[in-house]
């Protein structure tokens, strides 16, 4: 009895292990938030550089409307030289939205990364990113804290 009890429930933890496994990769497959995180990281690996030139022109129609070349390039020295380089960046959460304050409805993803700078040991960086009419991810927005 005791031996069927334990069987019983070592099954039951497995079941359960492998349903949370097979969740978590659908969540990571998830085309969506695939191409979206993707496009952020590229993105981002062009303000890692100091890049703000191609940064800018990689970023969306509204980012690119809202700031001239100059006005991104002093705004991105400002927030990150003095973070020093990343060390380590994981993704914290991956969320969309069809609305946005301030801006027309479409397709938004609004990406928190968790990361590890030189000068500083953590701080979040977030991103909006929108669906354009091509279909591209594009960074529209970003913040540091």
């Not at 009895?1 to 097979?22: E, G, K």
């Not at 020295?77 to 960046?89: C, F, H």
């Not at 030189?118 to 591209?136: I, M, P, Q």
Request: hydrophobic share 45%.
């Amino acid at each position: 009895m005791i031996r069927s009890f334990r069987n019983r429930a070592q099954r039951s933890v497995a079941v359960i292990c492998a349903a949370w496994l097979v969740a978590g990769f659908a969540l990571a497959q998830d085309p969506k938030a695939t191409a979206a995180q993707g496009a952020a990281r590229e993105w981002l690996a062009l303000a890692d550089r100091a890049d703000a030139q191609a940064s800018w022109s990689a970023a969306g129609k509204k980012f690119q409307a809202a700031m001239p070349v100059t006005g991104w390039a002093d705004a991105l020295a400002k927030a990150r030289t003095p973070m020093g380089s990343v060390k380590s960046r994981t993704i914290f959460k991956t969320d969309f939205t069809k609305s946005f304050p301030g801006a027309p409805d479409g397709d938004y993803a609004l990406i928190v990364y968790t990361t590890r700078f030189a000068n500083k040991a953590e701080g979040h960086e977030t991103l909006t990113l929108e669906r354009e009419s091509d279909g591209k991810w594009r960074v529209v927005g970003y913040f540091i804290r």
